[in-house]
């Protein structure tokens, strides 16, 4: 029996982008190799990330089936947007009240655009090289938010920001630079996981999600085959089924390999 789209029922795939299948703008040819295999046997593959959609969809194109973004508040599946879970125009004046009270800055998600609120010149310069020039924009009320980076600019400040919002938010810092993405506690990765398994009709045996960080601990609470990377946190390897190599290392491919989806490392 075959998935609308006419991909396989029998598994699903889902893999965190930084420090999983990429390390920063690199995506390592191996990894890039597993997925088209993935998709050649006709598995569902989606990439699971806290990067806006546009950001995940340059690095990996038609690479895969489609892309929960946003840590779990945007699904595109086959290019179209399946499924968003913005914040109410009450949630967004709270954040932007605590930002601007921290002196904190941000990027705030849309379904096109990433939107600068307080943010250093230098700091728009870096999200424009990241995400492109036509995908940063000023601050627009009109537009929907479904996820936000907060820039604390220094290390020092790190601890006070996990403070402030430790009842709302977990933080995943992008590799100690002075910002970082951030799951909503009580709408996650995990969230948008089990929306596709309830879509597709796809059980929890027969999926996979691959992580390194603390946010992809909610990926691992909603599937049975919990791939931690070699180079992933403590709390996350606690948690897996298997712990395979680091990232720079073929971790993906020898994980695939462990799961018996495919047969040998060539």
Known sequence: MKLRG????????????D??????????????KALQLLKDKGYLTFICTGRAPFYAKKLFGDMVSGYICCNGRYILYNN???????????????????????NFGALLVSDDV?????????????AKKDYGKKHIAEYDA???????DIFYHHIDNRKRMIDVFKDKLLIN????????????I???????????????????????AFGDGYNDQAMFREVNNCIAMGNAVDKLKEKATFITDDVDKDGITKALVHEGIFDNIK
């Not at 006419?6 to 982008?17: A, W």
């Not at 179209?80 to 932007?96: N, Q, S």
């Not at 009109?142 to 936000?148: K, M, R, W």
């Open 6 to 17: 006419g991909h396989d029922m029998k598994k699903v795939f889902f893999f965190d982008i």
């Open 19 to 32: 420090g999983t299948l990429a390390i920063r703008h690199d995506v390592p040819e191996n990894n890039k």
């Open 80 to 102: 179209e947007k399946l499924h968003g879970e913005a914040f109410t125009e009450d949630e967004i004046a709270w954040y932007l009240k605590k930002f601007k009270d921290e």
């Open 114 to 126: 990433s939107m600068c609120f307080d943010l250093a010149k230098h700091e728009i310069e870096d």
């Open 142 to 148: 009109s537009l929907p938010v479904y996820t936000f």
């Open 173 to 184: 810092d992008h590799n100690g630079c002075g910002n970082c993405d951030c799951s909503t």
């Open 186 to 208: 009580g709408y996650d990765k995990g969230n948008a996981i089990a929306y596709i398994l309830n879509h597709f009709q796809i059980n929890k045996d027969d999926a996979y």
